[in-house]
């Protein structure tokens, strides 16, 4: 995949059946993956011992990568605000999430920090910059909102949290998305959404999967 693609123009405003399914699909498997991060949060707490409280910024990209893979394959606004709040719905519906009702806002935050470069570029540029753009935006975004929840302004700790967050949004939300979306793509499994269809455009060869 090239670091510059231009999606086709469809002239559609509304999202086909097609892609309507891969979005819940998307949420669906990430929510269960956000609670096994979760699990892997809490063991990495006990870990760090007195520093376990940190561990949360050190894991939290992981939290955001359904957002950037949504929009990387289907290239279309608002995607990745679902994506990210139908995961975080899994969390509280079926895996009993502690945060409640308030992970969805937190999803939506995250989503919306997310989706903004890639809506910047108009969803038509996928390179790593951006990438790495989204996974900082959408832990930053929802930093402040969690601050004030957790009661962490006033702290001396509140610049490394936010510094170990972003950063942790770089590699695992942000990075770690283009790898998946690009390992994903040579599968061919994706060859019937935008994202095949930029590919091809650019002359790129696709495998098809039945």
């Known amino acids: 995949?090239?670091?510059?693609?231009?999606?086709?123009?469809?002239?559609?405003?509304?999202?086909?059946?097609?892609?309507?399914?891969?979005?819940?699909?998307?949420?669906?498997?990430f929510g269960f993956l956000y609670w096994v991060f979760v699990q892997a949060w809490n063991a990495l707490a006990i870990a760090m011992g007195?520093?376990?409280?940190l561990a949360q910024h050190v894991l939290f990209g992981s939290w955001l990568l359904v957002g950037p893979i949504a929009l990387a394959i289907l290239r279309r606004p608002g995607v990745g605000i679902?994506?990210?709040?139908?995961?975080?719905i899994i969390e509280v519906v079926f895996l009993g999430s502690p945060v409640g009702p308030l992970l969805v806002l937190s999803a939506a935050l995250q989503g919306i920090g997310s989706e903004l470069p890639f809506a910047l570029?108009?969803?038509?540029?996928?390179?790593?910059?951006?990438?790495?753009a989204s996974g900082a935006l959408g832990a930053g975004l929802v930093f402040f909102w969690t601050a004030y929840r957790m009661g962490w302004y006033g702290q001396d700790l509140l610049a490394l949290r936010l510094g170990m967050q972003v950063l942790s949004g770089i590699v695992l939300g942000g990075l770690l998305a283009r790898v998946i979306v690009?390992?994903?793509?040579?599968?061919?499994?994706?060859?019937n959404f935008a994202i095949g269809t930029a590919a091809q455009a650019d002359g790129i060869p696709q495998r098809h999967v039945r």
Not at 3 to 21: F, M, N, Y
Not at 82 to 88: D, I, R, S, Y
Not at 182 to 191: C, F, M, P, W
Request: glycine share 10%; proline share 3%; net charge positive.
């Open 1 to 29: 995949m090239s670091a510059v693609q231009t999606a086709p123009t469809t002239g559609r405003s509304r999202l086909t059946l097609r892609e309507i399914v891969l979005v819940v699909v998307l949420g669906v498997v």
């Open 50 to 53: 007195p520093a376990g409280d």
């Open 82 to 88: 679902l994506a990210e709040m139908l995961a975080a």
């Open 121 to 132: 570029t108009r969803y038509r540029r996928f390179g790593w910059g951006v990438f790495a």
């Open 182 to 191: 690009r390992a994903l793509e040579r599968t061919g499994v994706l060859a």
